[in-house]
């Protein structure tokens, strides 16, 4: 069984994984033996993979995924020079801290360009290659807030519920899942999305102990999520444990939508 999960000799792309959670997602898939290129903004993967002592098993990448023609040209020189990558992970976002009322349309259309439209892109663009090898997994993160919509009760001021955009484009992020895996499963390429729960920073919980409590009562588990907790859900979807699911959206939520 342990065979099941080993990534060696396997090509992993992580996008957008320099963050809070990516950072132990790279660290896991290094750990099972994987080949990893970490892309993040720029600095940001270097800086990870530094503070980490990832650099012999890890390659860090400047990209930001808002630059669609970036995105393409990334993908494009990194198949050249890496090849046909085994899997793929998709976790950029971008999101405004506002209320609803003061957000301005084109910062709704820019967080959806880089959660969406970036994600589409960069999906495609290393799905299609993936096709053309009869290969690959492709994962993409969504979150608990594209399936449901956040409680305001629970977010005392001067904190605010979880923006519309960021929710607007993760419920998009599941459904893309779902068409790719159809698209492309006749070229044995799995598609699924991931529903992270809460997992807030540790300075969030450190600043906002109410807050925390708040989001610990709401969950089935009566905890938060650590990061090390994400990790594993991404190294089945990328291993031969899941070589039979596809088109799933995977909540890693401590049963927060259970109820």
Not at 30 to 57: F, H, K, N, T, Y
Not at 134 to 163: K, Q
Request: aromatic share 8%; net charge negative; hydrophobic share 40%.
């Amino acid at each position: 069984m342990q065979s099941l999960f080993d990534l060696s000799r396997r090509d992993i792309w992580v996008i957008g994984g320099a963050g809070y959670l990516g950072t132990a997602v790279v660290k896991s898939l290094a750990m099972q033996g994987a080949a990893v290129l970490c892309a993040d903004l720029p600095g940001r993967a270097a800086e990870m993979v530094e503070r980490e002592e990832l650099a012999g098993s890890v390659v860090p990448k400047d990209l930001d995924a808002g630059d669609l023609e970036a995105v393409i040209r990334f993908v494009q020189e990194e198949i050249k020079t890496r090849g046909v990558p085994h899997g793929l992970v998709v976790m950029t976002y971008r999101s405004f801290a506002k209320p609803m009322e003061d957000l301005r349309p084109e910062e709704f259309d820019e967080a959806n360009r880089v959660g969406l439209t970036g994600t589409f892109l960069l999906a495609r663009e290393v799905g299609q290659a993936m096709a053309r090898e009869g290969r690959g997994s492709v994962v993409l993160f969504s979150s608990m807030y594209g399936s449901v919509s956040p409680d305001p009760s629970i977010y005392p001021l001067p904190l605010f519920p979880n923006p519309i955009e960021y929710g607007v484009g993760k419920a998009g992020i599941q459904q893309m899942a779902r068409y790719l895996a159809v698209h492309w499963g006749p070229q044995n390429v799995r598609c699924n999305s991931i529903a992270p729960g809460p997992f807030p920073f540790p300075s969030l919980q450190k600043d906002n102990p109410e807050f925390l409590r708040q989001l610990e009562q709401k969950c089935p588990l009566g905890r938060v999520g650590r990061s090390e907790e994400m990790a594993g859900s991404v190294v089945y979807l990328l291993s031969d444990a899941s070589t039979y699911v596809t088109g799933h959206n995977l909540a890693v939520d401590g049963g927060w939508t259970a109820w």
